[in-house]
């Protein structure tokens, strides 16, 4: 199974708002309301953002949302900060009863 | 406070076997999914399989199947992974993850380097 399409990547200014984009099918995006989104710093574990394309875990701003459109799902950072440059993968339940990671968008603030 | 430690990765040659291992603790092991997920260098990550509370039900990403091994022992709070027959291609940092909201990953360890080359 192939990975989940993401930008390569998306660049915003301090205090803009940027959005990625996620496009998988209906196996595995469109098929379930399981996509999720990470955060990674170079060097560092994933950071768990979104889960069930919308709900935020415990401690995650609110800055960052995500919803989701047939086969494509999206993250929105609102109020972009310097510290939310990192690398972001979304990911999905598939029919297959595993997980589909996303290519990967490096953020970056200008 | 939640912690996994992976620990087992290391230098192994093309075709050899490594075990990794993650120690648990901070939450009631015995009530959650666990997954591993791997990332080669300078790449994406990449779900590599994930087992049930009970041990019993597990899935892999194909690439894997046939070849590794995703276990857990309850009693001492670990995880486990049985990589054989590796390749090239399996060189990566493989880190434990708990499955902790529906089909995502809430908690990461540290993870664990496999380097696959003769």
């Known amino acids: 199974q192939s990975a989940l399409t993401q930008p390569a990547s998306v660049s915003g200014s301090p205090g803009q708002s940027i959005t990625i984009s996620c496009t998988g099918t209906s196996s595995d995006v469109g098929g379930y309301n399981y996509v999720a989104w990470y955060q990674q710093h170079a060097g560092k574990a994933p950071k768990l953002m979104i889960f069930?394309?919308?709900n935020r875990p415990s401690g995650v701003p609110d800055r960052f949302s995500g919803s989701k459109s047939g086969n494509t799902a999206s993250l929105t950072i609102s109020g972009l900060r310097t510290e939310d440059e990192a690398d972001y993968y979304c990911s999905s339940y598939t029919t297959s009863n595993t997980q589909l990671f996303g290519t990967g968008t490096k953020v970056t603030v200008l | 406070e939640v912690q996994l430690v992976e620990s087992g990765g290391g230098l192994v040659q093309p075709g050899g076997s490594l075990r990794l291992s993650c120690e648990a603790s901070g939450f009631t092991f015995t009530t959650y999914y666990m997954s591993w997920v791997r990332q080669a260098p300078g790449k994406g990550l990449e779900w590599v399989a994930n087992?049930?509370?009970?041990?019993?039900?597990?899935y892999y990403v194909d690439s894997v199947k046939g070849r590794f091994t995703i276990s857990r022992d309850n009693a001492k709070n670990s995880l486990y992974l049985q990589l054989n027959s590796l390749r090239a291609e399996d060189t990566a940092v493989y880190y434990c993850?708990?499955?902790?909201?529906?089909?995502?990953?809430?908690?990461w360890g540290q993870g664990t380097l496999v380097t696959v080359s003769s």
């Open positions: 993850a708990r499955d902790g909201v529906p089909a995502a990953c809430d908690y």
């Open positions: 069930e394309v919308t």
């Open positions: 087992i049930r509370q009970d041990g019993i039900e597990k």
